[in-house]
């Protein structure tokens, strides 16, 4: 008799799981889709970079030498870059990256892509 309940138990526990699974497509499909995020969706692809300033590089606010400093990347540090800007000509080099997953600019001129890195939008 022992076996028999705990086997209607299953059972029933299999059958409660079967008909929740099976009413979880239907409410789904009668909510719309959420509109996609303007600009860079989170699951974009990101280039990596890595600093190449002996002293590091400072986080900027906008793509020049002026504008507020954000924080900052130690030599070495290997970065997320979203897209380039053209901006402050640094040392020959009028090109910054913009920063993926954070906000902020780096000079190009102090970061070497390790792969191409598109225009921004």
């Known amino acids: ?13 299999g059958a409660l799981a079967v008909g929740l699974m099976g009413a979880a497509p239907s409410l789904a499909a009668e909510q719309p889709a959420p509109a996609p995020a303007p600009g860079p969706s989170a699951a974009a692809a ?4 890595r600093v190449i300033a ?5 986080i900027r606010a906008r ?6 400093v954000l924080g900052a990347f130690r030599h070495g540090a290997i970065i997320k870059l979203s897209c380039k800007v053209r901006g402050e000509r640094v040392n020959g080099n009028n090109i910054w990256y913009r920063l993926a997953g954070r906000s902020g600019f780096v000079s190009a001129r102090y970061v070497v892509n390790l ?4 225009f921004c939008r």
Do not use: E, W
């Open 1 to 13: 008799m022992l076996k028999n309940g705990k086997f209607a138990a299953a059972l029933t526990t």
């Open 63 to 68: 793509a020049n030498t002026q504008s507020r």
């Open 54 to 58: 002996r002293t590091g590089i400072n």
């Open 46 to 49: 990101h280039v990596k970079g």
């Open 115 to 118: 792969a191409p890195v598109k």
